[in-house]
């Protein structure tokens, strides 16, 4: 999008800190109350005959569903739903791109991207700086675009949107740190490094014991529900904080084209089965800022039978 329209977005957006609490599965019950929100009729009937019929299955809300002996699903009952095991997460806004370096930036279009990005809660930093004396961020490449006010950004999604059309675009949804835990996970267990009880890591001897035992841990508990997490958090900020309804995501193969990517490919996963999972539907028809665009259209005519992920609402 335009500079000067990203800068725009991001003042008028709530400066204080944006705590954002998950739990598994809970994007479950954000999709059924949005659902509620707009549905003339909140039988459990007519949710089994629409796309959000699998989310009915899930365990938190099978539940729910026994104490609904009138055949309908209410949004007060899925205001109850908590679980004991939720993360707690910091929500904050960055920036990426420039319409001069659109080749190298992987936007679908010349321009910037705002950034969401989840970060985790400051203990997790306070860990890994009281073991390597850095903060958790140091262990992540600079040039992506993880928060410069939290120290610990475990992911962030790249978005595209125009309000003229009232359409907005997930360019991605990426975890640097998952990635880069893992690696230096192998690293301190590494049987290259002898039995040394340390290993070097930015200039610094560490404990390989320590490390481990740090990576692990935060591995265990995020590996398995940070990209639920992200794109939890950004369907209820694209929805609730920026007022949008129609929600866009690139599907593996057009993405790929449109984005310009020709090295190393993201994790497949996270173009399929993330989007399936939260009951986005395929649709040929690309975002209409995309589609007429003149740079986006020469890539998108480059893609073959492209599609998309939709979210209407």
């Given at each position: 999008m335009d500079d000067r329209?990203?800068?725009e977005v991001i003042a008028c957006l709530p400066k204080e800190r944006t705590?954002?609490?998950?739990?598994?599965?809970q994007y479950a019950v954000y999709l059924l109350k949005q659902y509620l929100s707009t549905a003339t009729s909140g039988d459990i009937h007519s949710i089994k005959q629409s796309k959000l019929k699998k989310l009915l299955d899930k365990p938190l809300v099978k539940d729910t569903l026994k104490k609904s002996g009138n055949g309908r699903l209410e949004v007060a009952q899925l205001d109850s739903v908590w679980s004991t095991q939720a993360e707690h997460y910091v929500l904050t806004l960055g920036r990426w791109g420039h319409k001069n370096r659109y080749s190298w930036n992987q936007t679908s279009r010349p321009g910037a991207n705002l950034v969401l990005q989840l970060n985790l809660s400051n203990q997790f930093d306070a860990m890994?700086?009281?073991?390597?004396?850095?903060?958790?961020?140091?262990?992540?490449?600079?040039?992506?675009?993880?928060?410069?006010?939290?120290?610990?950004?475990?992911?962030w999604a790249r978005l595209d949107m125009d309000f003229n059309t009232g359409e907005i675009l997930i360019e991605e949804i990426q975890s640097d740190l998952i990635r880069d835990l893992e690696y230096t996970y192998?690293?301190?267990?590494?049987?290259?490094?002898?039995?040394?009880?340390h290993f070097y890591w930015s200039r610094t001897s560490l404990d390989r014991n320590k490390v481990a035992a740090y990576c692990e841990n935060v591995i265990a508990e995020q590996k398995k529900i940070w990209s639920e997490a992200m794109m939890a958090a950004t369907l209820w900020f694209v929805q609730q904080e920026l007022g949008f309804s129609k929600i866009y995501y690139h599907t593996f193969d057009t993405g790929k084209v449109m984005k310009k990517i020709n090295g190393s490919a993201p994790p497949r996963s996270l173009y399929?089965?993330?989007?399936?999972?939260?009951?986005?539907?395929t649709t040929k028809q690309a975002p209409q800022f995309i589609a007429n665009d003149a740079k986006a259209k020469r890539r998108l005519k480059a893609a073959n039978n492209p599609e998309w992920f939709l979210l209407a609402s």
């Open positions: 329209l990203l800068d705590q954002f609490c998950y739990f598994k599965d890994f700086m009281a073991v390597t004396g850095c903060h958790l961020n140091r262990l992540t490449t600079s040039a992506h675009p993880k928060s410069r006010k939290r120290m610990a950004t475990l992911a192998k690293r301190a267990l590494s049987t290259g490094c002898g039995n040394e009880m399929t089965d993330l989007p399936e999972k939260f009951c986005f539907e």
